[in-house]
């Protein structure tokens, strides 16, 4: 890399949804999240061994695991937080305890590799994407 590249080149990449009232909101990529998560519960699960492949594969799908469970509450709280709007909450009362209790699900699925966590992970994601899909009708 030359010395004008280097200097050219952001130090840090940050990705975020801009604060600008877009509308462009959509809890797809949280429903496939909470599916990885629960995909690499079974892999991990799956592995038997104590060699070098098997414990790699065991940390990288930790990794993923918990990489995805973290993206699902990133997602969640964007549309959660930017998206709906009192009207909505009054068609759907017990949002607000809904999405605490996803959050708290994708917060056990990083600390854990539990497959109840997970498919109670991605039906709670499911229903929250119901709820969301019914308020753009």
């Known amino acids: 890399m030359s010395r004008l590249s280097r200097w050219l080149a952001p130090s840090i990449t940050v990705q975020a949804h801009c604060d600008i009232p877009c509308g462009i909101y959509d809890p797809h990529e949280a429903e496939v999240a909470a599916r990885t998560v629960a995909r690499m519960v079974e892999l991990i699960n799956g592995l038997d061994g104590n060699d070098t492949e098997t414990r790699n594969k065991f940390n990288r799908c930790v990794r993923v695991k918990e990489d995805h469970a973290e993206k699902v509450k990133r997602e ?45 992970l991605q039906a709670a994601v499911k229903e929250f994407s119901e709820i969301f899909w019914a308020t753009k009708k």
């Open 76 to 120: 969640v709280q964007i549309i959660w937080s930017d998206y709906f709007k009192p009207e909505h909450l009054e068609a759907h009362p017990d949002l607000h305890d809904k999405v605490w209790k996803l959050l708290k699900l994708a917060g056990k699925n990083k600390q854990n590799v539990d497959a109840e966590a997970a498919a109670q």
